[in-house]
């Protein structure tokens, strides 16, 4: 079965090369020149299957990449959740962090190799899919609930906004409530072999997490930071 995913990227030689590339492992790329469009695209597919993934470029012509991406996650439906894989020609670090705040599921600086892009791409769409164990249930955590099947989360019956990689990030916690975990294990039981992240994405993502389940973000009574060695899920919780 085809893989679709959406190209939101100006440079329309780099865009012709990656719809290529892919192609020749079964992926079809759908290409938007702008934010606007691709936004627009998203909304409405029409015809075309929704795309199961999103390449974003951070500079576009119309609107920063950022907004593109933070437009995404406020959108209405199951699109608001599709993985985003933005692709940066800055080398601030900041503008990456920024980027997983706002909802990112990954990175690419640019220029970049195409068999990395599509290594990263198969990352993304494997947590996706290995996310939900096949004898998974609900976990409960006090009025939090983790439906590992239909990857939502919600605390007292109100759904919680978490991308496709912190959706698993904070399963892989709940299944070790109670274990002090370092990012490294924390990486591990999420990406397996893969390709490393960069190396304050756990803590952004973390922080993400606790200002969608905490009712205090600042003082987290679910996911607790372990100084010098890294987090832990609270088993007891109210």
């Known amino acids: 079965m085809t893989t679709q995913l959406l190209m939101i990227e100006d440079d329309t030689r780099l865009a012709d090369m990656v719809v290529e590339y892919l192609a020749q492992s079964g992926m079809q790329v759908a290409h938007c020149a702008d934010g606007r469009s691709g936004l627009a695209r998203l909304q409405s597919p029409g015809a075309s299957s929704p795309p199961e993934l999103v390449i974003l470029d951070l500079m576009l012509p119309d609107m920063d990449g950022l907004d593109v991406c933070r437009s995404i996650r406020a959108l209405q439906g199951p699109m608001a959740r599709v993985p985003v894989l933005m692709l940066t020609a800055k080398g601030d670090p900041m503008d990456r962090i920024i980027g997983l705040e706002l909802g990112a599921d990954d ?86 072999r893969e390709l490393e992240a960069f190396d304050r994405s756990i803590d952004v993502h973390m922080g993400r997490i606790r200002a969608a389940i905490e009712e205090d973000a600042k003082n987290p009574r679910r996911i607790l930071t372990v100084r010098g060695v890294g987090y832990v899920f609270a088993k007891q919780q109210d």
């Open 107 to 192: 990175y690419l600086p640019k220029p970049f190799e195409p068999r990395e892009l599509l290594a990263r791409i198969r990352a993304v769409l494997r947590r996706r899919d290995e996310g939900a164990a096949p004898t998974s249930q609900v976990l409960r955590f006090g009025t939090l609930e983790i439906d590992r099947d239909a990857r939502i989360v919600s605390v007292a019956g109100q759904p919680c906004e978490l991308t496709s990689y912190q959706f698993d990030l904070l399963v892989a916690m709940a299944e070790r409530a109670g274990r002090v975990l370092t990012r490294d294990q924390i990486m591990e039981a999420v990406r397996g």
